[in-house]
């Protein structure tokens, strides 16, 4: 088991501090970051309050009974409703365990604790977890050459990361044409040949050496771009990166070529969220119509397949209009992309995504908006609500009554 997810510790307890500090690289938490605050359940609400949730709390107090509810429930108010809490507290007390438990805590430590109790103890909280939790995966399939699929999914990756604060895979499976090194201004060390050609054999731990880091949350394993790379992606080697790469972030982007093999035809069919790209063009409708045609029954309601039209106004008198393409389809459009070659060419010149290049753009705009909609859940980046998280819930009926000593 390899547990990938932020956690924060607050805790005024040198002891607890260097029991974390021990597990840092245990192979649980191998891909884990890890925040130590010294400080106490206030402390925790005061920081979280300003910042997002990590997705495991472990928090240490020395309150007891109705003050100890009070503070953990002003702590639920600030936090996410996904966050996971370990409580480490002072009262060696079953009845006290089964209410906190029974309110939403995960689990409950008595102090002191050592290494062996709090690993088994984040472990036993997210479901003892067999093997690591798969990311979602995003397929990017141009329709035509020249449609911008690449660059969409590109910055469409980096929007994600912002919006959700996780971690995003890019994986540029254009072997001889990639553009990810161009879009990313990276010069690859390794790329994804060198990835096909070891994957089989290498642990899940090591396969991060084939991905290099852009900025926070994003990393990406280029394309060769090269003619004479050698070695080719078959269904085989997809059926083996896809299976082995799911688990490397939260979000993984496939950039698919705009080729027909049955690779790709495994992997639209295989991804969580497909995204077909297309200029809004006649072409582009006959080759979506064939493409939704063809996936029929291969994708069902929980693996949607989206549809953008990108650089819309570049060709104003054959552009085909957002209704034509969904009567053709019975498909509407997720989003449509302005024709803006001057912001997306700046971005390209300067080796920078359109949101740092052209953040106020209208296409910027667009792609946030794909952002959200293949994300699949609620923004939790800057600027996002947060909500009380399931901590002092009870699954249906009244509260529990409260238990514990003291005041």
Request: glycine share 8%; proline share 4%; aromatic share 6%.
């Amino acid at each position: 088991m390899i547990l990938r997810t932020s956690i924060g510790v607050f805790t005024k307890n040198q002891a607890t501090i260097d029991v974390v500090e021990t597990l840092r690289e245990d192979r649980l938490l191998f891909r884990c970051t890890i925040d130590v605050h010294q400080t106490d359940v206030n402390g925790a609400r005061g920081m979280l309050a300003e910042r997002r949730t990590p997705g495991l709390l472990i928090v240490e107090t020395q309150s007891q009974g109705e003050q100890m509810f009070a503070e953990l429930e002003a702590l639920a108010e600030v936090c996410d409703p996904n966050t996971r809490l370990v409580l480490i507290g002072s009262q060696n007390d079953i009845d006290l365990y089964r209410t906190l438990i029974q309110y939403g805590v995960g689990d409950y430590l008595v102090a002191p604790v050592d290494a062996e109790k709090l690993k088994t103890s984040i472990s036993n909280v997210f479901g003892n977890i067999e093997t690591e939790v798969d990311g979602r995966v995003i397929g990017f399939y141009g329709l035509t050459g020249g449609s911008g699929s690449s660059v969409i999914a590109h910055n469409t990756a980096k929007a994600i990361a912002d919006l959700y604060e996780e971690r995003v895979a890019v994986i540029d499976l254009d072997v001889p044409f990639g553009t990810a090194a161009l879009n990313f201004n990276m010069q690859p060390r390794q790329t994804v040949v060198d990835a096909i050609g070891q994957v089989s054999s290498s642990p899940n731990e090591l396969l991060d050496v084939y991905f290099m880091p852009f900025e926070d949350n994003v990393i990406v394993m280029p394309s060769p771009a090269s003619l004479t790379a050698g070695v080719q992606i078959n269904a085989e080697t997809f059926d083996l990166l896809f299976r082995r790469l799911r688990p490397v972030a939260e979000f993984v982007i496939l950039d698919l070529p705009s080729i027909w093999s049955a690779w790709v035809s495994d992997a639209v069919a295989a991804v969580d969220e497909l995204v077909i790209v297309t200029k809004p063009d006649l072409t582009g409708l006959r080759n979506a119509k064939s493409l939704v045609e063809y996936l029929g029954s291969k994708r069902g309601s929980d693996a949607p397949t989206r549809l953008v039209l990108n650089q819309v106004g570049g060709a104003k008198r054959s552009d085909l209009s957002d209704r034509e393409f969904k009567d053709a389809l019975a498909l509407t459009p997720s989003v449509s992309i302005p024709y803006d070659p001057e912001s997306f060419g700046r971005a390209l010149n300067n080796g920078e995504m359109l949101a740092k290049a052209a953040g106020k753009s209208k296409a910027n705009d667009a792609i946030r908006e794909l952002a959200k909609i293949v994300g699949g859940r609620e923004a939790t980046g800057a600027g996002s609500a947060k909500k009380g998280f399931s901590l002092f819930k009870k699954k249906g009926g009244d509260a529990p009554k409260k238990k514990g000593k003291g005041k």
